[in-house]
Structures are given as structure tokens and as C-alpha cells.
């Protein structure tokens, strides 16, 4: 029987995406004031272009700043993916689940590890957030932080080893 399940989850802006928006608005309200200023002035309507390039270049660059995560577990392996504004798709990590060497809830009381390749990629809520651990070949130990819904979860803890499973079921 196969395993499969996936979820979509949006990343809450934090406050360097606010700022990175308002940086970018301020800096095109500029531009523009300046452009049409020259226009005006100087009567060259050429300026207008570059005054609409601008607008669309920081529409372009604060709808880039949108970011959803995709989770797909299909029977031993779950593949994460970043859709950057709905427009652009980058693959982050596949891994095989049977080789993650820890897995659960993300608290206080799991172990902070600073020699590890992080791999961020859930909501930035801080809620119902999970952690998996696991050594690879390309990155070493790795921690995958993520916030998967329950179908997620169901299709990861049925992949996981015998032993990690018994581990979850005592917590």
C-alpha cells in the first residue's frame, strides 16, 4: 500500500520582510517623485517609462517576498519545496525518512544544536511546530523544522524506524 501525503503552508512575513516591504515602497515613492519631477521639468515623457519600470519592478520584488512551503511524504521519502510568490518553484531537500534519527514536536526540552545544517521551512508562527534530525551525506546532521498538518505526520510516523516509533509512542 503507498504512503502519500502533502500540505501546502504559507510563511508568516517577520519583521525583516516588513522592513525589507517598507524599504522598498519608500524607495520607489522616491524614484517615482523624482522621475515625474524630471518629467515635468524637462517635458521628456521617455522619464515616464522608467517611472512605470520602477512601479512594476517593486510590485515584482515585495510580491517575491511571499513564500509557501510544500510538503510531500510519498511512502519512505518526503520531498520540500519553496513556491516563491506563486510564480517560482525551488526544490530544498528530499530525505528518506527511515534514516531520520529524531523526530517530534519542536519544545524547550529538544536539544539545540549549533554544528548542524538547519533547513527552515515552516509558517514562522512557533506553533505546532516539528523537528527532524538526521545525518546525510551531502550535509552532515541536518534538522528539518517544519509545521506539517496531521495527514503529514501520520504518513511520516509510518515510515519511521521501529525504534523511533516506540520512542514517540512513550512520550
Known sequence: MDNFAEYLVKKRPDSHDNLKKI???TATILVCAITI???ILMRIPFILIITFAVIYGAYYLISGLSVEYEYAVTNDEMDID????????SHLITVDIR???AFGV???TVPKNDDCTLVLCSDNTGEGEYYADLTMDDYG???IVFTPNDAVIEAITASLSPQLRMKLRKE
Request: charged residues 45%; hydrophobic residues 50%.
Open 82 to 89: 519553496k513556491i516563491i510568490a506563486r510564480r517560482k518553484r
Open 106 to 108: 519542536l519544545d524547550e
Open 99 to 101: 534514516k531520520f534519527e
Open 141 to 143: 546532521f541536518t534538522r
Open 23 to 25: 524599504l522598498l515602497i
Open 37 to 39: 519631477f524630471f518629467t
